[in-house]
T-cell receptor, first 115, second 117 residues
Framework: GAGVSQSPSNKVTEKGKDVELRCDPI?????LYWYRQSLGQGLEFLIY????????KSGLPSDRFSAERTGGSVSTLTIQRTQQEDSAVYLC?????????????FGQGTRLTVV | AQTVTQSQPEMSVQEAETVTLSCTYD???????LFWYKQPPSRQMILVIR??????QNATENRFSVNFQKAAKSFSLKISDSQLGDAAMYFC??????????????FGKGTKLSVIP
């Protein structure tokens, strides 16, 4: 596709259930980022993938959060045993490289609501 | 750690008028990038303008321009001839292109801009 694609667009889940959020980056982009946007807040960095390097998971808020990137392309963010405070918009972005200036292109996000 | 502060949670402007959104940041680095992103109701973050800290000249993109004051660590966005389509959340962001965490964008909390017809 021409841009970063995220699915689902919206997700409502019950507290305690697991959810998977998907990100399909722009073809050829080696860097992929996940951010979380809580109501009234800016974007909070979660995790970063660059090529075949080990991901930087330093922004993940708890061990209930994990992410993987298969084949250097599609990424899945998994939240286990969801809590109400996990309700937020989860945004994915990709770019050509990390060093220096490269523009990060964002998807439209997944709005997660935990009830 | 770097921080980005947007002190105006909400702003409004009359159509065709000019509005300035404020942003300050804190860093000990001398070389970095600053960005303004627009987030319309579609939620997709769109890059509006960027500034490289080593460049003294303020960046401009059509109706959008910045006032970059490096010593004051200030980076404001001016929107001229405001249009209804400019209504959105605007986020200021910082990136250090070198060293650990160089891929991270640090965002402010945003300013909601309304455009009055």
């Amino acid at each position: 596709g021409a841009g970063v694609s995220q699915s689902p667009s919206n997700k409502v889940t019950e507290k305690g259930k697991d959810v998977e959020l998907r990100c399909d980056p722009i073809s050829g982009h080696t860097a992929l980022y996940w951010y979380r946007q809580s109501l009234g807040q800016g974007l909070e960095f979660l995790i970063y993938f660059q090529g075949n390097s080990a991901p930087d998971k330093s922004g993940l808020p708890s061990d209930r959060f994990s992410a993987e990137r298969t084949g250097g392309s599609v990424s899945t963010l998994t939240i286990q045993r969801t809590q109400q405070e996990d309700s937020a918009v989860y945004l994915c972005a990709s770019s050509l490289a990390a060093r220096g200036y490269t523009e990060a292109f964002f998807g439209q996000g997944t709005r997660l609501t935990v009830v | 750690a770097q921080t980005v502060t947007q002190s105006q949670p909400e702003m409004s402007v009359q159509e065709a008028e000019t509005v300035t959104l404020s942003c300050t940041y804190d860093t000990s680095e001398s070389d970095y990038y600053l960005f303004w992103y627009k987030q319309p109701p579609s939620r997709q973050m769109i890059l509006v303008i960027r500034q490289e800290a080593y460049k003294q000249q303020n960046a401009t993109e059509n109706r959008f321009s910045v006032n970059f004051q490096k010593a004051a660590k200030s980076f404001s966005l001016k929107i001229s001839d405001s249009q209804l389509g400019d209504a959105a959340m605007y986020f200021c962001a910082y990136r250090n292109p070198y060293g650990a965490g160089s891929y991270q964008l640090t965002f402010g909390k945003g300013t909601k801009l309304s455009v009055i017809p």
